[in-house]
């Protein structure tokens, strides 16, 4: 029998070439086939426009419906490339595949399956090879070299010399970090199980959702802008006290709940080691909404007879959600868990938004990005300790990983695969 | 009529009809002084980046139509906040703008080290030698040395700003009989007669995101200049004098004596490093009065409740922020300013440059507001109010002219542990101290 | 039934502690920009007390009179169109300096909180209130006295207004264009990643392929590089593909007539490709993880029927995963909408192009503080992102899965 290998091999290429000339080409074509579109489109806006008289002026008009025209064929043009590339992808494999091995039904459905997966996770592959992979390797070693280019450790230094640059600063980031993996999460994923299961038993559970789910909508620094009409003082003087008949105010609320006067400045993120608890809740409050989505999900898709035996048999609302639901829905805890972990490792636009910049508050995010803003523009490794501390965060990461492999090989050999 | 003379009037109206038109749009552009004729770059395009935003993107926007007028090119300007980071990702992956505008002469000496700059050629820098006040200091500063260490002209300067202003409230002034004091010991001791009035003297705020603490640096770069030689300034700037030396922690201290007592300041010393520092000066403008003076740079009216207007009907008003007269140092100024560079070559680039040697440039900018010039033939009728006149003249009788320090240090330490430090120095910690930790933070980048 | 109720009551109190910040964020958003800084947002609603200035009158009056009568109402409120203050006049504060009995020749400084009623010397003349803003300021001879400035306690009532939504939305005409940019970035942004992450996420759930479990555990630990590592290698490979287009539009397209050759490189699609890029991985795990809780017997059986993975693919596998596809679509949308660092270094940055979050930077500028403003701003950006939550909520049904399993 003659090996599969080489058909296998030389169809494959065969797609590969076809993808990357056809489908940029085809692209084009159709970009530049489609431009007359913001033409008419922005005839069409003028008419609009002259039609029901509107205040901005001609050309704004035009340009914006021009843009218009410009982005709906855009969009069409680079959403269909996509599926054409799947399309043609399994077009050829199927087709090359009958073509070469004309007799053998088993033949040609063993290239069609050799094939097959690397079609569907070839543009994966490729784009993070490119967009993630390759930054990451380069980082790694640009964290090795002096400026230079020579080969050095000197950028990690931090990590056992207390006189380097840094040294302070990356044990307190991984203080807090750690703080701040280990709560976050288990909050989140806490109070997202609660709401998720509590929302989908009450008749305003869409409400309830929708509130919990808004802060994800916030950017970061949205979130931090409402937390410190909370959590801090300040703004304006506070009102003249004379003999203590004119009030003065305080405009954080929680501030304002704990008694402090207007006099007291400081956030209540500021305060020396527990400041960092208030940041956290803020993220918690961001992310939960995250957590509680996918659950809500996860949970919709327990089997119905699950659920329906377990009620037969007569659980009660606890042990229905610990012995019934959860179990099924580990997997999804887990990958919940592993992606807030990241998150939270990634996130620095919350400290920085608030301007608690100190120290104390420093995560190994932000003190990445002291390292490039701050401490840059002069110094000439800066890049190169950048890059170090980067490698740092990324590595933060393994144990989580290796977690998630083992489970994953075992889910695999639970499945059969 | 015949066809001719129909052709003829057509063209005499259609001419007079635009030249009606750019004149009603001319306000900016007709300046006291002519501009030359530059050349014709019709259909050229120029982009610029900066870091300019809001109300100085629109009087850049607004000058810059002038050169757009002359020449027939098109300008396109993209400031940003982050410039500083965004300038140098696109520097180093070949999507240099014709033109960058740096903050800081620090960042443009790195970029010009990695080849990114193009030098602007020995007769520029002749003509700003000659041509501004102070020209040869301003020529240094934009001067910078390539990757192979040589030494070339790539900053010019256009749009600077005076920072040794202390900003007042006339009538609180007048309300509590104060007057503006002509010596630091005066100041001082109105500072102690305003306590004793019960009255707070200060505002002082540094906080500024990532930038917290810069508003220290500035004071303490005005102190310097009043308590040490210019000379010293210079040393200190280029780590020469180290930072735990005792002329610059002096200089530290005395600025203690202001903002970390709590007499002094709004809201206590523990404020200071709180406080953003637009809204620091907002304290003269509240009601009750919550602080009577405010040092700050030529720029800070636009942070004023009435973004300026203060000034302009006489609620807000500043004076020199004067020097000791024991120390015999004369009139010593910190300032700082905007570095225009070439990064991609072109010739409407290289004619922009030539626009900006001219005073009409110069002048189109005065008139609109925060803009001050060291150019000796600018008219200075053109300024748009008396205020920026005043500013105008006191950078033009200062004996001594200087660039802010931390803008000169190399960032690691004049936009990091200088920022950050003066920042814990705010906040308690002592001078010793803070001057080691920067200085360590100079040896760890030597 | 107690465990009903106890339900209500959890997610009540969940809800509410979630809901406050929002109160406090919509309710600074509607006052004014002094109102938002000298009290709490929960002082919004009654009345409280607070501080002003009033000149008494204009310098331009020129009548020289007996006694001014006049109201600190009107006089305050001269030139506002919104935010009109009212309510009851607590105080007038008075600075005058007195001769100091303790330091004989100097004067002191001192500060009266004068109530309503109580007469107070004002430039020599009399000046008394009322209540309600009434006043009148005698004097003896007939004077022309230069105008005041007093600083008043005022009983102020709740009040609010759009100011700071219309200074967001309208003062800048570029905020249409902004909104129209961010949706043609965020579109595709999130209808392609979840095309290629479904394919691969089938792939790695159900799919044999040489080292396919090493490559997911690649794949989703490239979550935790930071986007910012890989800008400048990103920009730097557009550039050149924007060279090479750049070439391709000269050899195919008479582009040099009308000097339009350029392609940029930051662009749109720059970003569509890149926001693609650090999407996936997070859409792979999810989608992976989901695709693999769906029961196994139906692969096995339409396997045995004969179905080729694309057609379980397209027929079985993206119908029953629609919870999923919805709940990453949302947060894609999420992401790429608030998206501000990955748009400023790769996006177009003309001025009509640029994104909503970048507008409003700029717009807010330096003026970080000015918190009616913020939390407006806020409030807007979180509109669109909501409406989309909310047009998704349909796609949270059960599965289609009900009673399929089990020999149904």
């Not at chain 3, 409030?379 to 009673?403: C, D, E, H, K, N």
């Amino acid at each position: 029998m003659r090996s599969l290998k080489p058909v296998i091999a030389s169809n494959g290429f065969a797609i590969l070439l076809t993808v990357v000339f056809l489908l940029p080409i085809t692209a084009i074509f159709l970009f530049v086939f489609t431009t007359p579109i913001d033409t008419m489109l922005a005839k069409f806006g003028l008419w609009l426009h002259a039609v029901n008289e509107w205040s901005f002026s001609e050309f704004d008009t035009e340009e914006r419906f021009s843009k218009i025209g410009f982005a709906i064929r855009s969009v069409i043009i680079a959403v269909g490339i996509s599926f054409l590339y799947f399309w043609i992808t399994n077009w050829l494999n199927m087709n090359l595949a009958m073509y070469r091995e004309k007799t053998s039904i088993g033949r040609q459905s063993n290239i069609v399956e050799s094939i097959q997966p690397w079609i569907f996770v070839g543009p994966t592959l490729v784009l993070l090879l490119l967009f993630l992979l390759v930054p990451a390797l380069s980082t790694l070693s640009l964290s090795f070299q002096e400026s230079d280019g020579t080969l050095s450790s000197r950028n990690y230094a931090f990590l056992w010399d207390s006189s380097a640059l840094g040294y302070l600063q990356f044990r307190l980031a991984m203080r807090n970090s750690l703080m701040w993996l280990i709560l976050v999460p288990s909050v989140c994923i806490i109070l997202g199980l609660l709401i998720a299961v509590l929302a989908d038993s009450v008749r305003w559970g869409v409400i309830a959702k929708t509130f919990i789910f808004v802060p994800l909508a916030i950017s970061f620094v949205g979130a931090a802008v409402i937390w410190r009409n909370i959590f801090a003082g300040g703004g304006i003087e506070a009102l003249e006290t004379i003999n203590g008949s004119t009030p003065s105010y305080q405009i954080g609320l929680l501030k304002s709940l704990l008694g402090h006067t207007a006099e007291y400045n400081e956030p209540l993120y500021s305060l020396k080691f527990w400041g960092n608890f208030f940041l956290m809740w803020i993220l918690v409050w961001v992310q939960t909404g995250f957590a509680m989505v996918i659950f809500s999900a996860a949970l919709r898709g327990v089997p119905e007879d699950t659920i329906e035996a377990a009620t037969i048999d007569g659980a009660n609302p606890f042990q229905m959600f610990f012995r019934v639901k959860l179990p099924q829905i580990y997997s999804t805890v887990l990958v919940v868990w592993t992606t807030l972990v990241i998150l939270v490792l990634k996130v620095f636009d919350i400290p920085y938004a608030l301007s608690a910049n100190d120290d104390d508050k420093l995560l190994l995010a932000t003190m990445m990005e002291n390292a490039r803003n701050n401490w840059s523009i002069g110094g000439d490794n800066v890049d190169n300790l950048y890059a170090a501390i980067a490698v740092m965060l990324m590595l933060t990461v393994v144990p989580n990983m290796v977690f998630n492999g083992w489970r994953i090989r075992r889910e695999q050999k639970e499945l059969g695969n | 009529m015949s066809l001719t003379k129909k052709y003829l009037s057509l063209t005499a109206f259609t001419a007079a009809s635009f030249a009606f038109a750019s004149f009603a749009q001319a306000d900016v552009c007709d300046t006291p002084s002519k501009l030359g004729d530059i050349g014709n770059f019709a259909g050229e395009v120029i982009t610029v980046a900066g870091s300019m935003e809001g109300k100085d993107e629109e009087m850049l926007v607004n000058t810059v139509s002038c050169f757009e007028k002359a020449t027939g090119a098109v300008v396109k300007y993209s400031g940003s906040r982050d410039f500083a980071a965004l300038i140098v990702a696109d520097l180093r992956s070949n999507n240099a703008p014709n033109i960058s505008i740096f903050p800081q002469p620090g960042l443009a000496g790195d970029m010009a080290k990695e080849g990114h700059l193009v030098p602007l050629g020995d007769e520029l820098a002749s003509w700003m030698t000659n041509n501004y006040g102070a020209g040869s200091s301003w020529v240094d500063l934009g001067t910078y040395s390539d990757a192979s260490g040589k030494k070339d002209f790539y900053g010019f300067a256009y749009k600077m700003d005076l920072k040794s202003l202390v900003w007042y409230s006339p009538e609180q002034f007048e309300d509590n009989g104060y007057e503006i004091p002509t010596t630091m010991e005066g100041l001082i001791e109105l500072s102690d007669q305003m306590v004793a009035d019960g009255n707070t003297p200060w505002c002082i705020g540094v906080e500024s995101g990532n930038a917290t603490g810069w508003t220290a640096t500035d004071w303490m770069e005005d102190l310097m200049l009043r308590t040490a030689s210019p000379e010293k300034y210079d040393m200190w700037v280029s780590n020469e004098l180290p930072f735990n030396s005792p002329e610059v922690l002096n200089a530290m201290e005395v600025y203690g004596q202001f903002s970390r007592n709590d007499d002094y300041v709004a809201g206590g010393a523990s404020s200071v490093a709180t406080t953003f520092f637009g809204d620091a000066p907002k304290g003269l403008f509240s009601s009750p009065a919550s602080c009577l003076m405010h040092r700050q740079a030529s720029f800070i009216p636009a942070f004023f409740p009435k973004k300026g207007e203060e000034v302009a009907n006489g609620e807000a008003d500043f004076f020199y922020f004067p020097p000791y007269e024991s120390a015999n140092l004369g009139n010593p100024v910190l300032g700082a300013g905007t570095l225009w560079t070439m990064t991609k070559d072109s010739p409407a680039t290289r004619a922009f440059f030539e626009f900006m040697t001219e005073a009409s440039a110069h002048e189109a900018w005065m008139s609109q507001g925060t803009f001050l010039t060291a150019h000796k033939g600018a008219d200075l009728s053109a300024y748009a109010t008396p205020a920026l006149r005043k500013q105008g003249e006191i950078l033009s009788n200062a004996t001594t002219f200087r660039f802010d320090a931390s803008d000169l240090m190399p960032g690691a330490i004049g936009a990091g542990a200088f920022w950050s430090e003066m920042t814990a120095f705010a906040n308690g910690q002592d001078a010793k101290t803070t001057g080691d930790n920067i200085q360590a933070a100079w040896d760890a980048i030597k | 039934m107690i465990t009903k109720s106890l339900s209500h009551f959890v997610l009540g109190l969940i809800v509410f502690i979630w809901i406050v910040p929002f109160i406090a964020l919509v309710s600074t958003s509607l006052r004014s920009e002094t109102e938002a800084k000298t009290a709490g947002f929960w002082t919004a609603f009654t009345p409280t007390e607070l501080g002003h200035r009033f000149s008494t009158h204009d310098k331009s009056e020129k009548i020289e009179i007996f006694t001014m009568n006049g109201n600190i109402f009107e006089r305050l409120n001269k030139d506002k169109e919104s935010f009109i203050i009212s309510g009851e006049i607590k105080s007038i504060l008075i600075k005058q300096r007195i001769a100091d009995p303790e330091k004989p020749g100097k004067t002191k400084l001192i500060r009266k909180l004068v109530p309503a009623g109580e007469v107070m010397n004002v430039r020599g003349g009399d000046f008394v209130f009322s209540k309600n803003g009434d006043f009148s300021w005698s004097f003896s001879e007939k004077t022309l006295p230069k105008p005041k400035k007093l600083d008043v306690f005022i009983d102020q009532n709740p009040i609010f207004g759009t100011d700071a939504y219309i200074e967001v939305l309208f003062d800048n005409k570029n905020v249409p264009n902004a909104l129209i940019s961010s949706f043609i970035v965020t579109i595709p942004a999130t209808i392609i990643p979840i095309t290629i992450a479904a394919f691969a996420a089938y792939a790695f759930a159900w799919m044999q392929f040489p080292g396919r479990d090493w490559l997911f555990v690649i794949v989703v630990s490239l979550m935790v590089v930071p986007t910012q590592l890989a800008f400048l290698p990103i920009l730097q490979g557009f550039s050149g593909i924007a060279s090479w287009a750049t070439a391709l539009n000269q050899w195919v397209t008479d582009c040099e007539l009308t000097d339009s050759c350029q392609v940029a490189s930051k662009s749109f699609a720059s970003l569509w490709i890149t926001h693609t890029a650090f999407g996936l991985p997070l859409a792979i795990y999810l989608l992976r993880n989901y695709i693999v809780g769906l029961p196994k017997e139906l692969l096995q059986s339409a396997r045995i029927d004969g179905a080729s993975h694309l057609q379980i693919f397209t027929r079985l596998i993206i119908p029953l995963s629609v919870p999923a596809l919805a709940s990453f679509s949302i947060f894609q949308f999420l992401w790429v909408w608030n998206d501000l660092i990955v748009a400023l270094y790769i996006g177009p940055n003309n001025a009509s192009d640029l994104v909503f979050p970048i507008r409003l930077q700029k717009q807010l500028g330096t003026f970080k503080d000015q918190l009616h403003l913020l939390n407006a701003s806020a409030v807007i950006s979180m509109i669109v992102p909501v409406l989309v939550f909310l047009s998704m909520q349909r796609y949270f049904i059960r599965g289609l899965l009900a009673g399929s399993v089990k020999g149904g």
